[in-house]
């Protein structure tokens, strides 16, 4: 596989850890985050502006019941989400965005996201019950089953959308819904099963026209990765695409965690030409296979190793 490393068991948690906190801190800008749901809800229409999103605490709180009904509290994290803020008929209109990245198939995803979305719609009924115990008594007093509740009639929830960005050249095929999981039953229960569907984005179930919808980086991201796989393909696309000459720092950054790839560039370097890195990885691989090469034919013939380094030295 052109410019990808091989790595060893041992270092897998290790390159998973670095891609996630690479990808993480890519997607969390504005312009970025903005830009993936462009794509994904409006095919590349500019409706969403970075200008219109508010950073939120990432930290959502369950409490499930353990033993002898005791509540259990269990923190979880989401990657990164953010408010969106916009007028609809005139009126100031909100909603919760969310993006997980994956650099590896998650084949419990749908089960994941609906107990982070979830566990927000619950937040906000929290919340709201809270508000109504701190507002004036004298005010709108609630029913019955209101006060029961802690949730009124007239109360209303933040919609969440949570988009799954799977950074993996392979294609998906994790379930894409909760249906997809359950064990075979009778189709007449199954059908009234609760059902939750992910939101996904996939390079490989991407096509080329689908993926220039992207304006940012994250589309020289999206192209890089769904070719990585074929050394010929991501040669082809890459000396094809005019971008490519000048990629972002922090894009060739996200590249290198998530295919492992050796694109190098200088200290202080804002923009990369890609073609001209993989050109020069090229090469390194053929020297690189020369050279194994050499080594392999003089311990054949039993050359001492200390003259196969003196020659390898004096010609590379």
Not at 87 to 108: F, H, P, R
Not at 165 to 179: N, Q, S
Not at 211 to 238: H, N, P, W
């Amino acid at each position: 596989m052109l410019l990808l490393m091989h790595t060893n068991e041992s270092d897998k948690v290790t390159y998973m850890g670095r891609a996630d906190i690479i990808t993480k801190d890519y997607i969390r800008r504005p312009d970025i985050f903005a830009d993936v749901f462009n794509q994904f809800l409006y095919h590349g229409r500019q409706k969403i502006t970075s200008d219109r999103l508010v950073e939120l605490d990432t930290t959502e709180i369950a409490l499930p019941y353990g033993v002898d009904n005791m509540a259990v509290p269990e923190q979880k994290y989401r990657d990164v989400a953010k408010m969106l803020v916009s007028m609809t008929d005139g009126k100031v209109a909100y909603c919760i965005l969310v993006i997980e990245n994956e650099s590896k198939i998650n084949y419990a995803m749908p089960v994941k996201n609906g107990l982070y979305d979830f566990l927000q719609l619950s937040r906000q009924v929290t919340e709201t019950a809270k508000s109504h115990k701190r507002s004036d008594k004298n005010s709108i007093r609630p029913t019955s089953s209101e006060y029961l509740s802690g949730f009124w009639k007239i109360d209303r929830l933040l919609p969440v959308v949570t988009l799954t960005v799977y950074f993996g050249p392979d294609a998906w095929d994790g379930a894409l819904c909760l249906k997809e999981m359950y064990a075979d039953c009778d189709g007449e229960i199954l059908k009234y099963a609760a059902d939750y569907r992910i939101n996904l984005i996939a390079p490989g179930m991407l096509s080329d026209n689908e993926i220039d919808e992207f304006g940012t980086s994250f589309r020289e991201i999206m192209k890089y990765i769904k070719y990585s796989s074929d050394g010929r393909k991501l040669r082809d696309a890459v000396n094809s695409d005019e971008r490519f000459k000048s990629v972002e720092r922090q894009a060739v950054d996200v590249i290198n965690a998530v295919t492992n790839s050796k694109v190098r560039y200088s200290e202080g370097e804002e923009k990369v030409n890609m073609c001209t890195a993989i050109q020069e990885i090229r090469e390194e691989g053929r020297l690189e296979g020369e050279i194994i090469g050499i080594i392999r034919a003089d311990k054949r013939r039993k050359i001492p190793q200390e003259d196969t380094r003196r020659y390898l030295m004096e010609e590379y």
